[in-house]
Each structure stands twice: as C-alpha cells, then as structure tokens.
C-alpha cells in the first residue's frame, strides 16, 4: 500500500520560509512523479508544483514561481517544497501527490495517491 506523509507545515509571519517533507513509501519511488496542491478553506484544490521522476523537470504555478522550489531526493524517497517569501495569500493546506503514469502535470485528476495534508498559515 502506497502512503505518502506530509510534514514541515506550521506557522509563520509573512516573508518567512518553510520547508514541507512529504516521505513516500510502499511504491519504488523513482516510478513516481511527484506533485504538491494546495486547498485554502472555501477554495478548490490548486496546483502548486511537480516534478518528474528524475528531478530533472519541474513546473510551478505562476503565483509561486520564484518563491517556491520543487526538489526530490530518490536516495530517500522524500519529495520537498522549500517556501521562501511567505505570502498570507499562500495559507492553505499542503498536499502531496504522486504520479504513475505522466512526467507530471498540473491536474489533480492525474495523481494517483494522496498524502493527508499539512496545514501552511502566514500571518501578516
């Protein structure tokens, strides 16, 4: 069975960094793409960021491009979202996902397992 488990959320003022973990297991990691979502309350789930099997290719919503970094580490089977300039807008819950059957991609509908999220705050 496929888990994946989020960490690193909390809360911090705005201009501050956090760095989210989301630890993989029960599947060889380097089959998977990997993504992060996020869902603020009251809003549908948006995508945040994803990258490839490899590490080699990434993609970003525009609204954290600069800001936020995608990286994986195969060796630990643990995909990371390092946030910098924290925004109060980028409070919401942070989701992991993975990928089987793309290079990645922006549609939540493509993932195929879900972590159980980890709540972001910013205050202002």
């Known amino acids: 069975q496929v888990q994946l488990v989020e960490s690193g959320g909390g809360l911090v003022q705005a201009g501050d960094s956090l760095r989210l973990s989301c630890a993989v297991s029960?599947?060889?990691?380097?089959?998977?793409?990997m993504g992060w979502f996020r869902q603020a309350p009251g809003k549908e789930r948006e995508f945040v960021a994803t990258?490839?099997?490899?590490?080699?290719?990434?993609l970003y919503t525009d609204l954290v491009k600069g800001r936020f970094t995608i990286s994986r580490d195969n060796a630990k089977n643990t995909v990371y979202l390092q946030m910098n300039s924290l925004k109060p807008e980028d409070t919401a819950v942070y989701y992991c996902a993975a990928d089987v059957e793309t290079s990645g991609s922006r549609r939540y509908v493509d993932y195929d397992y879900w972590g159980q999220g980890t709540q972001v705050t910013v205050s202002s």
């Open positions: 029960g599947r060889t990691f380097t089959n998977l793409a």
């Open positions: 990258i490839n099997r490899s590490g080699r290719m990434t």
